[in-house]
């Protein structure tokens, strides 16, 4: 790794981070990354804090946080007291998300199975019940269709 002592330039940083250069700039866009130090000839210099930053976002986004939210997260700062309690939410109401979109899929695979297993008992010279189902010509399109 390299040494942060005079900072390294973004091609590095996005190395060290594993992102793109582009979104390192979209980051400094957003406020998300603070703009760095310039040297002399305009290449930016990053210190050890925007790895961490950049490290924070992605570690965030893995838990299905939006940037919007991991923007509020980074305000909440340390989070103590009611900062604390915030962040509490905020991962709570990402848990509710998540735990809603789990649901959505297990019932979309339940379908798609009772699809599959229509689909393998039929005449080869029947209409597939998939495509029916997809175009709502049968009642499998219920299972599958209602879920939006």
Known sequence: MQAYADGVRTSELATQAGVNIETLRYYE????????????NGYRRYT??????????????????????IEELMQLGPAKGRQRQRV???????????????????NMRAALRRLVASCEHGAA????????????????????????
Not at 29 to 40: A, D, I
Not at 48 to 69: H, M, P, T
């Open 88 to 106: 509490r939410r905020l991962a709570e109401q990402k848990l509710t998300t998540i735990e809603s979109k789990i649901d959505e899929l297990e």
């Open 29 to 40: 866009r957003r406020g998300l990354l603070p703009p760095p130090e310039r040297e002399k």
């Open 48 to 69: 050890s804090a925007a790895l961490d930053r950049i490290r924070f976002i992605k570690r965030a986004q893995g838990l299905g946080f939006s940037l919007e939210e």
């Open 125 to 148: 010279e029947a209409v597939c019940p998939i495509i029916e189902a997809l175009t709502g010509q049968t009642a499998h399109a219920e299972g599958c269709a209602g879920r939006k």
